[in-house]
């Protein structure tokens, strides 16, 4: 098998391209660099006899050219993500996720199956407005509370991604796969997600440690877990066509039980202050998997525990 992982060099990207590589895949990965690392971990899969990494911009139509030809599955894991770099710069999630999405469109050849990576900030709204219910399948109504609002770019700019590839991979003879990620975490994610920037604070010391939402509600999926759901989707004929979630409903955690849980990997024993959440950050998420279930089988396999000692064991000696 032949695959083109497009924004390889990121979190889910590069884990994602160690296990196709595991799988007996040839594996081309392109990115753009501008959150992705040429760190010793990319290094590392750069050495790999079966790897090519191309460094190129997607909203660029050109940037597509020097990947060639033949690859059986694509995924599309390039976008600008992140809360900060959304609130920071909205025009940028738009222009960057919308025009990578149509170049890699546009340039599907038949036979192609591609994998299209959206979120579930798509409920944002529809939670924060009491009309969907958590856990929440993927057959809610989605809501926007208001458009201008900077936070709303990134999850539009993943909807018309993902009408973009349900209407126009069949009519390049291709087939989509759109999957819904639910907060997955894991070694080499950057310092800006909670579980990461929690273990980071209590390891350089914090006391009293903030922690922010501590009422709120998250279900946690360690990467691992979603990169093989990921698999099992590109692999299951019944996912055509289909938004799925990929998450992990067994571990939803309150945040406040999430910052003990932290204490206790990481061994630091400040005092803990409760904070307010973010503004528009929703009360609770929490997906639910049926369909996941049904389509493939998949079972999430990696504890809160578990899943938080492993990405303390890569964080403990990480410099930012
Ligand atoms: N991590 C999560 O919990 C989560 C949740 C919901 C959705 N997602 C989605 O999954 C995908 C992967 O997320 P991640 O956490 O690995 O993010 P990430 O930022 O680590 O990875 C995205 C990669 O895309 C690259 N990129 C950005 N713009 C590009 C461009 N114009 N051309 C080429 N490369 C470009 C970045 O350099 C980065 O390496 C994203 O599409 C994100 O929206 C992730």
Avoid at 2 to 28: K, M, P
Avoid at 221 to 234: H, N, P
Wanted: net charge negative; hydrophobic share 45%; charged share 25%.
């Amino acid at each position: 098998m032949r695959s083109l992982v497009l924004g390889g060099a990121g979190f889910i990207g590069l884990h994602l391209t160690r296990r196709l590589l595991a799988d007996g895949h040839e594996v081309t990965v392109v990115d753009d660099f501008s959150r992705g690392r040429h760190d010793e971990e990319l290094a590392l899969v750069q050495q790999h006899e079966r790897v090519h990494v191309v460094s190129a911009d997607l909203t660029d139509p050109r940037s597509l050219d020097e990947v060639g030809h033949g690859h059986d599955h694509v995924y599309l894991l390039a976008a600008v993500v992140g809360v900060r770099n959304v609130e920071r710069d909205p025009s940028r999630v738009i222009r960057v996720n919308t025009l990578s999405a149509l170049n890699v469109l546009d340039w599907l050849h038949p036979g192609q199956r591609v994998f299209f990576a959206s979120t579930s900030e798509v409920y944002a709204g529809g939670v924060a407005a009491g009309v969907v219910p958590v856990p929440t399948g993927e057959d809610v109504p989605v809501l926007v509370e208001d458009v201008g609002a900077p936070r709303f770019a990134y999850a539009i700019s993943k909807l018309l991604g993902e009408a973009a590839f349900l209407h126009g991979a069949t009519a390049r003879g291709a087939s989509a796969v759109i999957g819904r990620f639910h907060n997955v975490y894991g070694p080499r994610m950057g310092a800006d997600h909670v579980i990461p920037e929690m273990l980071l604070r209590a390891r350089d010391g914090e006391d009293p440690l903030t922690v922010w939402g501590a009422e709120q509600y998250r279900a946690f999926c360690f990467v691992d877990d979603a990169v093989e759901a990921v698999i099992r989707l590109m692999a299951a004929p019944g996912a055509a066509g289909r938004v799925v979630h990929i998450g992990d409903d067994t571990a939803e955690t309150n945040i406040a039980d999430l910052a003990k849980l932290v204490l206790r990997t990481t061994g630091a024993t400040p005092d803990v202050v409760p904070a307010p959440a973010p503004t528009g950050s929703v009360a609770r998420r929490c997906p639910d998997l049926s369909l996941l279930r049904e389509l493939t089988g998949f079972e999430p396999e990696t504890s809160l525990e578990e899943g938080v000692r492993r990405t303390w064991e890569w964080y403990a000696g990480w410099q930012r």
